[in-house]
């Protein structure tokens, strides 16, 4: 995951910046080898500390040994998760207070911090939270050129695109792939492909990550990111204003979202678009989005999947028809997947709840 | 006072983290001494990662001999930045509302008690002047 330069920088930004001194020490501990497959730690109060290597659960020691065993664990106090949560709020919660009452703070270096609490509610309205009790850090990984394969599908011509929607279970790599496609499409690709003029509407800042209004991701050079902002309200304020060539938007779901869509396509703007589900006949089955995968609604579906620590994609049309089989060899390193090997059949073939499901449905085709 | 409205601005209107906050105010040199407590603290918070309350109370610790003030007023400047990030900026804007009020109150009784001692002082003379003449007398 931190094969890349930047990525290494901003993952020890993070430890620096934001880890509360015990922890800090046991990530730091951590073997570089398991360290590269780290994508998420979890911080609980009166909790061992747990980290997810390569989508598997492990617990952390006070000196980075990793065990499935929450006994040899590094516990943490509630102290250290209301230090980290001010260390992460920069000792200004009010600054922050817009993310706090979304569930999660966008940290310098583009990762993300989802926190857990006593929810405070003004009216109907969601205030805040105090009481934090759990933190989750996700590391941000902008994987460059992880979308150079499929890009080819999704071109219609030197200056046009298809509507393309991704669809996978969660933790397949539909952001990652859409924040590299987003960053493509801005910057074209020489002569075979010129760069369109690219919004994005980046509702929950995962695609840009901005920190203090500053894009921690590389999505191009023609690209316009409107942040926090909701998808129906984004896309009719880049419409007016911006006037792009394509709208780039994350996990499409909401009811109003199929109104919104469609208000881009009728002024003649491309979409791309990113959707849980495990299939193009599951998104189909969706109440309100399902619709923009009929006639006259995306026409490129890209399929997310992950077997065994294998990533696969899929681009098929609207119809269903495969456009390409690409499996991709981004087999997980050794270090983690490894680890498992040696655990018993069942465990080692549940892989991902991702791929199981994916296959028991039998899609895609 | 000027500042803390400045700092009230920045913190409840603007959202900006207390260190840049506080090292925007430092730079502003309107109020030469304290600008330069602002800045140290807004810097220690960035580089030690410390709360506002514990750069604060560095900084104001470390300041000491430079303001002529009494150690009851040290008290309550003190704890100035015990309370700030801590809270959404409702909370803030109370904080610094309550803060303007404790320094206003210390501004009058500073008043009051260069009053009560000019006063005494202007006696003091009287009655010195009158024992040089009766000695001289």
Request: charged content about 25%; aromatic content about 6%.
């Amino acid at each position: 995951m931190w094969h890349e330069k930047d990525g290494c920088e901003r993952f020890d930004e993070l430890i620096s910046l934001y880890l509360p001194e015990r922890i800090k020490a046991a990530v730091r501990g951590i073997k570089h080898e398991y360290l590269e497959e780290l994508e998420e730690l979890r911080i609980r109060a009166g909790q061992p500390l747990m980290g997810v290597f390569a989508g598997f659960d492990h617990f952390i020691g006070k000196d980075g040994f990793l065990s499935d065993n929450p006994q040899f664990a590094l516990t943490i106090s509630s102290k250290e998760v209301d230090n980290l949560f001010m260390l992460l709020c920069e000792h200004s919660v009010y600054a922050y207070q817009d993310d706090i009452s979304r569930g999660f703070i966008t940290l310098k270096g583009g990762h993300r911090a989802g926190i857990c609490g006593t929810v405070i509610y003004e009216g109907t309205v969601i205030k805040g939270m105090k009481d934090i009790s759990s933190v989750n850090i996700r590391f941000s990984r902008q994987i460059k050129d992880c979308a150079r394969d499929v890009f080819g599908y999704i071109v219609r011509n030197k200056q046009d695109i298809y509507n393309t929607l991704i669809l996978s279970p969660p933790r397949c790599g539909k952001t990652t792939l859409l924040r590299d496609l987003c960053r493509i499409v801005s910057s074209g690709t020489g002569v075979t492909f010129k760069g369109l003029r690219t919004a994005v509407i980046d509702e929950r800042s995962e695609l840009a990550a901005s920190y203090r209004g500053i894009p921690q991701n590389d999505l191009g050079p023609r690209t316009d990111v409107l942040d926090g902002c909701r998808k129906r309200e984004g896309i009719e304020i880049m419409l007016r204003g911006m006037a792009p060539q394509v709208i780039v938007v994350d996990e499409l779901g909401a009811n109003h979202d199929p109104d919104a869509i469609k208000m881009a396509w009728n002024a003649g703007v491309r979409i791309i678009a990113t959707a849980h589900a495990y299939g193009l006949d599951d998104f189909k089955r969706r109440l309100n989005v399902g619709q923009l995968a009929a006639k006259d609604g995306f026409e490129r579906i890209i399929l997310l999947g992950m077997d065994n620590g294998k990533r696969w994609v899929k681009v098929i049309d609207a119809n269903g028809n495969e456009l390409s089989g690409l499996v991709k060899g981004d087999r997980m390193p050794d270090g983690i997947h490894g680890m498992h090997s040696f655990r018993d059949e069942a465990f080692v073939k549940s892989g991902r709840e991702a791929a199981c499901i994916i296959k028991t449905l039998g899609d895609p085709a | 006072m000027e500042i803390l409205l400045n700092l009230k601005n920045r913190i409840c209107s603007l959202g900006i983290p207390l260190h840049a906050a506080f090292e925007d105010i430092g730079t502003d040199k309107t109020v030469e001494l304290w600008s330069e407590i602002f800045l140290n603290c807004g810097q220690i918070m960035k580089e030690q990662r410390l709360d506002a309350g514990s750069a604060w109370k560095k900084v104001i610790s470390e300041n000491r001999g430079l303001l002529p003030l009494e150690q009851a007023d040290w008290d309550s400047i003190n704890d100035f930045g015990e309370l700030l990030g801590k809270s959404d900026r409702l909370n803030q804007e109370s904080v610094l509302d309550m803060a303007r009020e404790s320094i206003a109150l210390l501004e009058k009784k500073a008043e009051e008690a260069m009053k009560t001692k000019g006063k005494l002082y202007r006696n003091l003379g009287a009655l010195c002047g009158a024992a040089v003449v009766i000695v001289l007398i």
